[in-house]
């Protein structure tokens, strides 16, 4: 019985590349993340991904399946995961997160055929409802902790302050560099804009779902400016709550998000919208990424509307090509 096996359907290949460059942008986050906090988010990452790739390769066995390299793709969640976390969070609850996602919330629902919402936003769930008090609580940027280490000196995070304040006290430049508390890999916004666009011109994530979140952010922001200007109530409710990282790896996820961009934009809207209001209006921190787990059945709707109209599509073709093959002499 061969444990590993490689197929090579242009789907696998077309999978592969989108995991490979969805990897190094989020390696690049790592990078940053070390930057500032030192060896423990590092070893973090470790953790994830290594719960992670060990949880897919039992539940795959237990299902009578080989784990084939299109399993890496696991990886990119764990990283993803390990990225929303607070830097100095206990690997043990990491974890165990990493393996409640990929046991309950892929392989059960068949696995990476049939992703009906993100593991990581799942994962991030089961933390925050279990975790809360740990998973809220953030180092200061350069303050630094060892694999084994630990700190006393946690904060609450900057988008928690703007929430509950209306205050961002951090200048241009640290908000750009990600040079505030917050989520490891979220904060540094400058890289997520480098990973936005190289993702959407590789045509890695789906380009209507990012558009509509942020169209549903600049529209509630004119609406009702979390701040004194629209400049910079957009600029703030973006850079905060995880919203631009949950927009590129979350929301924009093409085993998520609806493939057609007409349907992603107006999923991307309405997640926008109510994780917006949410936000505002109970100063709940990252509500956008729970929102995301709630909007699964619209996502579920779009997509079975978009096999509908393709079906209808494919039975007009047929109808007219049986229409131009008959001969003459019978019309």
């Not at 809220?136 to 700190?151: A, E, K, W």
């Amino acid at each position: 019985m061969h444990f590993f096996k490689i197929k090579d359907t242009e789907q696998n290949k077309s999978e592969r590349h989108i995991w490979l460059d969805t990897l190094l942008t989020l390696l690049t986050l790592e990078v940053m993340a070390y930057f500032y906090y030192g060896l423990h988010s590092a070893a973090l990452a470790v953790v994830c991904l290594a719960s992670s790739m060990a949880a897919e390769f039992v539940c795959l066995r237990l299902m009578n399946r080989p784990f084939t390299a299109d399993g890496l793709t696991v990886t990119t969640d764990a990283l993803i995961i390990s990225m929303m976390l607070p830097a100095v969070f206990d690997y043990a609850p990491a974890a165990i997160a990493c393996v409640f996602t990929v046991t309950a919330a892929k392989n059960i629902f068949g696995g990476r055929w049939n992703m009906i919402f993100s593991p990581a936003a799942a994962a991030y769930i089961f933390l925050y409802t279990s975790w809360k008090g740990q998973l809220l609580l953030f180092q200061q940027p350069h303050d630094t902790v060892g694999i084994l280490g630990s700190t006393d000196s946690l904060v609450n995070s900057a988008s928690h302050v703007f929430n509950t304040t209306g205050k961002f006290n951090y200048t241009g430049f640290e908000l750009i560099m990600g040079n505030f508390p917050g989520p490891a890999g979220s904060v540094c916004i400058l890289m997520l804009l480098i990973a936005a666009v190289i993702l959407l011109f590789r045509r890695d994530i789906s380009a209507g779902a990012f558009m509509g979140t942020m169209i549903g952010y600049a529209v509630m922001s004119a609406i009702s400016p979390c701040a004194e200007t629209f400049a910079a109530s957009l600029k703030l409710s973006v850079c905060t709550n995880m919203v631009l990282f949950s927009a590129i790896y979350i929301i924009s996820d093409r085993r998520i998000a609806p493939q057609k961009n007409y349907y992603a934009v107006f999923y991307g809207f309405f997640i926008a919208v109510v994780a917006y209001v949410i936000t505002v209006t109970s100063a709940k921190e990252n509500a956008i990424v729970i929102v995301s787990v709630l909007f699964t059945p619209v996502a579920l709707g779009l997509k079975n509307l978009e096999k509908k109209i393709e079906l209808a599509k494919q039975d007009d073709m047929k109808s007219a090509k049986a229409v131009k093959e008959v001969p003459a002499d019978v019309q």
